[in-house]
């Protein structure tokens, strides 16, 4: 009667543990999204201040190329890891929906290539971008959504590309869908950095990797995902 007894006690304080971290983590992730979403908005006044002083005719060029357009890229890339929090305590609590709308895929895909390109500059690295000539100029999908998968793929190649080339290729995949993909001349990876690779706060294990990467969050493929 008293192992039955002890057992049952220790099966219980399990329990109640268990429950203790499962609540920690769902108020950690709650935390998490309510603090980014309040970043965002003095982040997103400090954006609109820079796009303004970008298009202002007074201000020189070079004082926009070298000023005002690298605060504007860090800015906005910024605003996408905010935006990646965000969406993962959305994803934890199911929260995600997709809003499909017609836009034209050659100028998003310019402008997520000119997100990175200030990056690309200051470590030589040559970005190319190549769309099948068979794809229509307009599609509909969830313009946000695709943005935030091909920026976080982009910008693990940008992390992990020391120098060459990063190019994104989209063809027609069949005749509703498109294959996208990003290649770069990078440091590659391991079979054990292959199996955590879509893991929660997973990033390159070896010194190299840390060097090129010190301050991934490891988000933007769980995201992705």
């Known amino acids: ?11 219980a304080q399990e329990s109640r ?4 971290v499962y609540k920690r983590q769902e108020y950690k992730t709650l935390l998490m999204g309510v603090v980014s979403h309040d970043v965002r908005s003095p982040l997103n006044a400090v954006i609109g201040m820079m796009s303004i002083a ?17 605060t504007l890229n860090a800015g906005q890339l910024m605003l996408h890891l905010i935006n990646d929090i965000i969406d993962y305590t959305q994803i934890e609590h199911r929260q995600i929906k997709l809003i499909p709308q017609e836009f034209d895929l050659a100028t998003k895909l310019n402008e997520l290539i000119h997100l990175i390109s200030f990056q690309a500059r200051m470590k030589d690295i040559t970005l190319n971008l190549k769309i099948d000539e068979s794809i229509p100029s307009l599609i509909n999908t969830d313009e946000n959504r695709l943005s935030q998968i091909l920026l976080n793929l982009l ?13 994104l290729s989209v063809k027609l995949a069949n005749s509703e869908r498109l294959a996208f993909s990003i290649e770069d001349t990078g440091t590659g990876m391991t079979e ?24 991934g969050a490891g988000l933007g493929l769980v995201i992705s995902r």
């Open 1 to 11: 009667f008293f192992f039955q007894a002890e057992d049952g006690i220790r099966d």
């Open 192 to 215: 054990r950095q292959r199996s955590s690779l879509f893991k929660l706060f997973s990033r390159g294990e070896d010194e190299a990797d840390r060097k090129l990467n010190p301050s």
């Open 54 to 70: 970008k298009g202002d005719s007074n201000i020189p060029r070079e004082v926009k190329e070298e000023y005002i357009e690298p």
């Open 155 to 167: 910008s693990n190649a940008m992390k992990y590309t020391s120098h060459g080339c990063i190019t």
């Open 17 to 20: 543990g268990l429950g203790d």
